[in-house]
């Protein structure tokens, strides 16, 4: 699989805000895991392409928002309020099918990863 192109992160302070973007397009499903040192990757959130349904995991909701835009061929991933704890790798995945939450094995084409790093 040809391997998406992600954009975006980088270093914040706690509270601030990053965005992340993903050129994809052609799935039904899109979504965004994240990977700390040491620790097994998770999932962050997902999005249906056609309908818009979305899905977060509980450390990120309320502070996390993934979209897409209109011509659905970028999913996006607004990130507020962070904290040290979201800091790690961020890659999107993509799936012509996932179920909530989100599976490492149901994802055969991914991102490249990108860093986000939040201090304290």
């Known amino acids: 699989n040809v391997p998406l192109v992600q954009s975006g992160g980088g270093s914040v302070q706690a509270g601030g805000s990053l965005r992340l973007a993903c050129e994809v397009s052609?799935?039904?499903?899109m979504a965004w895991f994240r990977q700390a040192p040491g620790k097994e990757r998770e999932g962050v959130a997902r999005i249906y392409a056609h309908s818009g349904g979305t899905g977060y995991a509980d450390a990120v909701k309320g502070r996390f928002t993934i979209s897409q835009d209109e011509d659905r061929k970028t999913v996006y991933l607004q990130m507020n309020n962070l904290v040290p704890e979201d800091s790690g790798t961020y890659y999107c995945a993509a799936s012509d099918f996932c179920i909530w939450p989100i599976r490492l094995s149901d994802f055969r084409t991914w991102g490249q990863g990108t860093q986000v790093s939040v201090s304290s």
């Open positions: 052609g799935f039904r499903c």
